[in-house]
């Protein structure tokens, strides 16, 4: 990432949870019951750590060579370090003890990898199921008619526990179709809640990024992630 200052990070961090109170306030929410996760693809650990000593307590990685090329210098005392992109099923096993939660599991067979990799280190792996709310061709998450079925099968395995859903909604830039996947998200997940299905914990609703996380916390979501508001444009090397 750029050499964006630290005094940069420090005002931006400010800023978003200004920002994030808000929206929750507009929806009779407190701060506290937002969670501000950060998506730290791109940016180096000693820049992570600052933010995490002004309070971030939840980070999250989406492509595993970078996860574990970071990791030994993560400050993880007090933060959450959790898995966000799309997981392939051969590299489960390489961090599975490192994350708290992994975001992105969209079929059976990666769920089925993620309880197997759990149950031999004796833990139980959180994870969310991801949908893909604008039914993209190409983009991972299961289809909104098929999550339940999905849910019902993950339910019934050892070593891994549904906590909620996440959404990373088609690009637009209209925040009004922005604001109604959302709302369809939000809709999908009371009505998931609603059933009531057993070692189904819908508690997570993680949607928002940069660009709308405040359209998307006055939809209802409880998890946002935000990376380069934060941190500043991303540089691919
Ligand atoms: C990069 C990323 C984000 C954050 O994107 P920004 O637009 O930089 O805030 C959120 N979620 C996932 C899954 C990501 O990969």
């Given at each position: 990432m750029?050499?964006?200052?630290?005094?940069?990070?420090?005002?931006?961090?400010?800023l978003?949870?200004?920002?994030?109170?808000?929206?929750?306030q507009?929806?009779?929410k407190k701060?506290?019951?937002i969670t501000f996760?950060?998506a730290t693809?791109?940016?180096?650990p000693?820049?992570i750590?600052?933010a995490?000593?002004l309070?971030?307590?939840?980070?999250?990685?989406?492509?595993v060579?970078?996860?574990l090329s970071?990791?030994?210098r993560?400050?993880?005392d007090?933060?959450?370090?959790?898995?966000i992109?799309?997981?392939?099923?051969?590299?489960?096993r390489?961090i599975?003890?490192k994350?708290?939660l992994?975001?992105?599991?969209?079929?059976?067979?990666?769920?089925?990898?993620?309880?197997?990799?759990s149950?031999k280190?004796?833990?139980?792996?959180d994870i969310?199921?991801?949908?893909n709310i604008?039914r993209?061709?190409?983009?991972?998450?299961?289809?909104?008619?098929?999550?339940?079925?999905l849910?019902?099968?993950i339910?019934?395995?050892?070593g891994?526990?549904?906590?909620g859903?996440m959404t990373i909604?088609?690009i637009?830039?209209?925040?009004?179709?922005?604001?109604?996947?959302?709302h369809?998200?939000h809709?999908?997940f009371?009505d998931?809640?609603?059933?009531?299905?057993?070692?189904?914990?819908?508690t997570i609703?993680?949607?928002?990024?940069?660009?709308?996380?405040?359209?998307?916390i006055?939809e209802g979501?409880?998890?946002v992630?935000?990376?380069?508001s934060?941190?500043g444009e991303r540089?691919y090397?």
């Open positions: 750029t050499a964006k200052s630290l005094a940069d990070v420090e005002y931006n961090y400010k978003i949870n200004e920002r994030i109170a808000q929206a929750a507009k929806v009779g701060r506290e019951d996760l950060a693809k791109t940016v180096d000693d820049t750590n600052y995490v000593s309070g971030l307590d939840h980070i999250g990685e989406n492509r060579q970078e996860l970071k990791y030994d993560y400050n993880l007090e933060c959450s370090l959790q898995f992109g799309h997981l392939q099923t051969n590299k489960v390489q599975v003890d994350v708290d992994i975001q992105s599991v969209d079929s059976l067979k990666l769920a089925k990898e993620i309880a197997k990799q149950i280190l004796n833990k139980t792996t969310l199921v991801e949908v604008g993209e061709e190409n983009k991972s998450g299961v289809y909104p008619e098929n999550l339940e079925e849910l019902c099968e339910s019934k395995i050892e891994i526990s549904v906590k859903l909604p088609p637009c830039d209209n925040k009004h179709k922005i604001s109604k996947y959302f369809n998200m809709n999908i009371i998931i809640s609603d059933k009531k299905l057993d070692n189904i914990s819908m609703l993680s949607m928002g990024m940069s660009a709308d996380y405040y359209e998307a006055l979501a409880n998890m992630r935000v990376g380069s934060l941190f540089i090397i």
